[in-house]
Protein backbone atom coordinates (compact mmCIF):
# COMPACT_ATOMS: atom_id res chain seq x y z
CA UNK A 1 0.00 0.00 0.00
CA UNK A 2 2.92 2.68 0.99
CA UNK A 3 5.18 1.49 -1.90
CA UNK A 4 3.57 3.16 -4.77
CA UNK A 5 3.95 6.93 -2.65
CA UNK A 6 7.33 5.59 -1.43
CA UNK A 7 8.53 5.25 -4.85
CA UNK A 8 6.91 8.77 -5.79
CA UNK A 9 9.26 10.14 -3.34
CA UNK A 10 12.04 8.97 -4.28
CA UNK A 11 11.60 9.55 -7.39
CA UNK A 12 11.31 13.27 -7.36
CA UNK A 13 14.24 13.46 -4.85
CA UNK A 14 16.42 11.48 -7.11
CA UNK A 15 14.50 14.35 -9.91
CA UNK A 16 15.46 16.87 -7.94
CA UNK A 17 18.81 15.98 -7.35
CA UNK A 18 20.43 15.05 -10.50
CA UNK A 19 20.77 18.51 -11.91
CA UNK A 20 23.20 19.24 -9.03
CA UNK A 21 24.74 16.12 -9.16
CA UNK A 22 25.65 16.20 -12.98
CA UNK A 23 27.51 19.69 -12.05
CA UNK A 24 25.64 21.42 -14.37
CA UNK A 25 27.66 24.82 -15.05
CA UNK A 26 25.41 28.29 -15.09
CA UNK A 27 25.09 30.14 -17.85
CA UNK A 28 28.17 32.62 -17.89
CA UNK A 29 27.07 36.38 -17.39
CA UNK A 30 29.29 36.88 -20.54
CA UNK A 31 31.72 34.99 -22.49
CA UNK A 32 34.94 37.57 -23.39
CA UNK A 33 37.52 36.59 -26.27
CA UNK A 34 41.09 37.97 -24.91
CA UNK A 35 43.49 38.18 -27.51
CA UNK A 36 47.18 38.23 -26.11
CA UNK A 37 49.76 40.37 -28.10
CA UNK A 38 53.05 39.97 -27.10
CA UNK A 39 55.74 42.42 -28.21
CA UNK A 40 58.01 40.69 -26.22
CA UNK A 41 59.95 37.65 -24.65
CA UNK A 42 57.31 35.30 -23.04
CA UNK A 43 56.98 32.13 -21.27
CA UNK A 44 54.13 29.33 -21.93
CA UNK A 45 54.46 28.65 -18.08
CA UNK A 46 53.74 32.34 -17.35
CA UNK A 47 51.34 32.84 -19.78
CA UNK A 48 49.39 30.32 -18.60
CA UNK A 49 49.54 30.89 -15.23
CA UNK A 50 48.40 34.89 -15.82
CA UNK A 51 45.38 33.27 -17.93
CA UNK A 52 44.54 31.27 -15.05
CA UNK A 53 44.58 33.97 -12.28
CA UNK A 54 42.35 36.22 -14.77
CA UNK A 55 39.79 33.63 -15.46
CA UNK A 56 39.77 33.64 -11.73
CA UNK A 57 39.73 36.78 -10.40
CA UNK A 58 36.95 37.46 -13.17
CA UNK A 59 34.54 34.09 -12.35
CA UNK A 60 33.67 35.75 -9.42
CA UNK A 61 31.26 37.78 -10.87
CA UNK A 62 30.62 34.88 -13.91
CA UNK A 63 32.48 36.70 -16.40
CA UNK A 64 34.06 33.97 -18.49
CA UNK A 65 37.57 34.23 -20.28
CA UNK A 66 38.98 32.87 -23.14
CA UNK A 67 42.18 33.41 -24.67
CA UNK A 68 43.50 33.77 -28.24
CA UNK A 69 46.50 35.55 -30.32
CA UNK A 70 46.31 37.79 -33.22
CA UNK A 71 46.64 35.50 -35.77
CA UNK A 72 43.86 33.07 -34.37
CA UNK A 73 41.41 36.23 -33.44
CA UNK A 74 41.79 37.58 -37.27
CA UNK A 75 40.28 34.73 -38.40
CA UNK A 76 37.31 34.69 -36.21
CA UNK A 77 34.13 36.59 -35.39
CA UNK A 78 34.44 37.02 -31.66
CA UNK A 79 31.21 39.44 -30.41
CA UNK A 80 32.99 40.16 -27.08
CA UNK A 81 36.49 40.84 -27.78
CA UNK A 82 39.34 42.57 -26.18
CA UNK A 83 42.80 43.29 -27.28
CA UNK A 84 45.52 43.28 -24.17
CA UNK A 85 49.04 44.34 -25.94
CA UNK A 86 52.23 43.01 -23.79
CA UNK A 87 55.02 45.48 -23.51
CA UNK A 88 59.27 44.45 -22.77
CA UNK A 89 60.08 41.28 -21.45
CA UNK A 90 57.19 39.04 -20.12
CA UNK A 91 59.26 36.35 -19.38
CA UNK A 92 62.02 37.15 -16.39
CA UNK A 93 63.14 40.05 -14.44
CA UNK A 94 64.70 42.82 -16.55
CA UNK A 95 68.23 42.44 -16.51
CA UNK A 96 68.98 46.22 -15.45
CA UNK A 97 66.43 47.26 -12.49
CA UNK A 98 64.65 50.13 -14.01
CA UNK A 99 64.18 52.82 -11.27
CA UNK A 100 61.04 55.06 -12.68
CA UNK A 101 58.83 53.92 -10.22
CA UNK A 102 56.53 56.20 -11.49
CA UNK A 103 53.58 55.23 -13.76
CA UNK A 104 51.01 52.49 -14.28
CA UNK A 105 51.98 48.87 -14.45
CA UNK A 106 49.33 48.80 -17.14
CA UNK A 107 46.67 51.23 -19.46
CA UNK A 108 43.24 51.34 -21.16
CA UNK A 109 42.71 53.38 -23.74
CA UNK A 110 40.55 55.64 -23.81
CA UNK A 111 39.06 58.25 -26.47
CA UNK A 112 36.64 60.92 -26.02
CA UNK A 113 36.31 59.75 -22.78
CA UNK A 114 34.92 56.32 -23.85
CA UNK A 115 36.73 53.41 -22.21
CA UNK A 116 38.13 51.15 -25.46
CA UNK A 117 38.41 47.49 -25.47
CA UNK A 118 42.52 47.70 -25.80
CA UNK A 119 44.65 48.05 -23.07
CA UNK A 120 48.27 47.40 -22.47
CA UNK A 121 50.35 45.98 -19.83
CA UNK A 122 53.99 46.56 -18.74
CA UNK A 123 55.81 43.72 -18.22
CA UNK A 124 58.94 44.61 -17.02
CA UNK A 125 57.11 47.04 -14.83
CA UNK A 126 55.29 44.05 -13.06
CA UNK A 127 57.96 41.82 -13.07
CA UNK A 128 60.42 43.90 -11.11
CA UNK A 129 57.33 45.16 -9.00
CA UNK A 130 57.08 41.34 -7.73
CA UNK A 131 60.44 40.19 -7.77
CA UNK A 132 60.85 42.91 -4.78
CA UNK A 133 58.24 40.86 -3.07
CA UNK A 134 59.59 37.44 -3.56
CA UNK A 135 62.40 36.00 -1.31
CA UNK A 136 64.16 32.56 -0.41
CA UNK A 137 62.35 29.72 -2.30
CA UNK A 138 59.82 32.05 -4.24
CA UNK A 139 62.67 32.80 -6.97
CA UNK A 140 62.41 28.84 -7.73
CA UNK A 141 58.99 29.63 -8.77
CA UNK A 142 59.32 32.73 -10.22
CA UNK A 143 56.94 31.88 -13.43
CA UNK A 144 54.22 31.02 -11.22
CA UNK A 145 54.72 34.60 -9.60
CA UNK A 146 55.05 36.41 -12.17
CA UNK A 147 52.13 35.09 -14.39
CA UNK A 148 49.94 35.36 -10.82
CA UNK A 149 50.97 39.54 -11.02
CA UNK A 150 50.59 39.43 -14.61
CA UNK A 151 47.16 38.07 -14.16
CA UNK A 152 46.42 40.26 -11.53
CA UNK A 153 47.17 44.01 -13.44
CA UNK A 154 45.45 42.14 -16.68
CA UNK A 155 41.85 41.74 -14.43
CA UNK A 156 42.11 45.02 -13.53
CA UNK A 157 42.64 46.37 -16.95
CA UNK A 158 39.69 43.69 -18.15
CA UNK A 159 37.46 45.80 -15.03
CA UNK A 160 37.80 48.82 -16.31
CA UNK A 161 37.12 47.70 -20.26
CA UNK A 162 33.88 45.43 -19.17
CA UNK A 163 32.42 48.12 -17.60
CA UNK A 164 33.82 50.77 -19.78
CA UNK A 165 34.43 52.60 -16.77
CA UNK A 166 37.83 53.85 -15.42
CA UNK A 167 36.06 53.88 -11.14
CA UNK A 168 38.69 52.35 -8.66
CA UNK A 169 37.61 50.16 -5.81
CA UNK A 170 38.78 50.83 -1.74
CA UNK A 171 40.23 47.16 -1.83
CA UNK A 172 40.73 44.46 -4.25
CA UNK A 173 42.37 43.98 -7.13
CA UNK A 174 40.44 47.16 -8.42
CA UNK A 175 41.99 49.44 -6.37
CA UNK A 176 43.65 52.77 -8.18
CA UNK A 177 47.54 51.35 -6.50
CA UNK A 178 48.47 47.55 -6.59
CA UNK A 179 51.72 47.28 -4.23
CA UNK A 180 54.41 44.17 -5.10
CA UNK A 181 52.40 42.48 -2.03
CA UNK A 182 49.55 42.66 -3.30
CA UNK A 183 50.71 41.57 -7.17
CA UNK A 184 52.98 38.10 -5.35
CA UNK A 185 50.20 37.54 -2.00
CA UNK A 186 48.45 34.25 -1.94
CA UNK A 187 45.00 35.40 -2.99
CA UNK A 188 43.64 38.95 -4.93
CA UNK A 189 40.12 39.12 -5.27
CA UNK A 190 37.40 41.86 -6.48
CA UNK A 191 35.57 43.39 -3.85
CA UNK A 192 32.38 42.86 -3.30
CA UNK A 193 31.40 46.53 -4.71
CA UNK A 194 33.07 45.52 -7.90
CA UNK A 195 31.55 41.91 -8.60
CA UNK A 196 28.18 43.63 -8.34
CA UNK A 197 29.40 46.80 -9.86
CA UNK A 198 29.92 44.35 -13.23
CA UNK A 199 27.12 41.85 -12.37
CA UNK A 200 24.94 45.43 -12.89
CA UNK A 201 26.64 46.51 -16.48
CA UNK A 202 25.58 43.03 -17.45
CA UNK A 203 22.22 42.72 -16.28
CA UNK A 204 21.61 45.89 -17.73
CA UNK A 205 22.46 45.53 -20.93
ZN1 LIG B 1 42.81 51.24 -12.94
Not at 56 to 64: C, D, F, K, Q, W
Request: glycine share 8%.
Amino acid sequence: MYMPRRHTLISLILALYVPVSAGMPPTPLADITVVLDFKGANSPGTTREMQREATLILGATGVHLSFTNRTEASSHDFSDLVVMTFRGNCKSEPPAPRYDESGPYAVTWTTDGRVLPFGEVDCEKVIQSARSAMWGGDLARAEMFYGRALGRVMAHELVHMLTKSGNHARSGVQRWALSPRDLTGTVLTLSKDDVNRLQAFYHAR
